[in-house]
């Protein structure tokens, strides 16, 4: 963690060394995630027996902002530029889908819990989880019980993005 950090990538770019990494898509900002969701661009390969699409990819240089260390220590934004390779994988995407459906299966078994005191954790099978406070009818209300339902909001994000990963 952090090995490319503002500062290492400042020094392999002041030594003329190249670096390649992966890039999370679903942790990128909206700019990224709307580049990457923009079908303009993209190579795409098909099975030549199915005629099935099995890949997809497109590339861009684009300016990046890195935090770099001042020699007094404080700490200062910097433009490089960088070279992007967007890639879509059907194979990952399935697999990607069968690991979500698994844990909205594990969400859906939470969701019967009803309690002002509900703890909700980002990871695991709570990962899809939100809790709406509601009234004895169910209807979401500001001041109420709260019952714990499916973030179907987060699941259909996490869908959009389903297949994708980056390289820069």
């Known amino acids: 963690k952090g090995m490319m950090?503002?500062?290492?990538?400042?020094?392999?770019?002041l030594k003329h060394k190249g670096y390649v990494i992966s890039s999370s898509v679903r942790k990128a900002d909206k700019q990224f995630i709307n580049y990457v969701t923009d079908e303009d661009?993209?190579?795409?390969?098909?099975?030549?027996?199915?005629?099935?699409?099995e890949f997809k990819y497109k590339s861009r240089t684009t300016p990046r902002y890195i935090k770099v260390t001042t020699p007094s220590?404080?700490?200062?934004?910097?433009?490089?530029?960088?070279?992007?390779?967007?890639?879509w994988s059907r194979k990952y995407a399935e697999r990607e889908r069968k690991n979500r459906d698994k844990t909205i299966?594990?969400?859906?078994?939470?969701t019967n819990s009803n309690s002002k005191n509900a703890m909700i954790l980002p990871f695991g099978s709570r990962k899809y989880i939100c809790k709406k406070p509601v009234d004895k009818k169910g209807r979401i209300i500001e001041v109420a019980d709260y019952t714990i339902c499916l973030d179907t909001d987060r699941i259909e994000a996490e869908e959009l993005l389903d297949g994708y990963y980056a390289i820069c």
Not at 5 to 13: M, V
Not at 44 to 53: C, H, K, M, Q
Not at 73 to 87: D, F, P, S, T, Y
Not at 105 to 110: M, W
């Open 5 to 13: 950090g503002g500062d290492n990538l400042r020094d392999i770019i």
């Open 41 to 53: 661009g993209y190579i795409e390969l098909y099975d030549s027996e199915t005629g099935i699409l």
């Open 73 to 87: 220590g404080g700490k200062q934004n910097i433009k490089i530029n960088e070279h992007q390779i967007i890639m």
């Open 105 to 110: 299966e594990k969400s859906n078994k939470l």
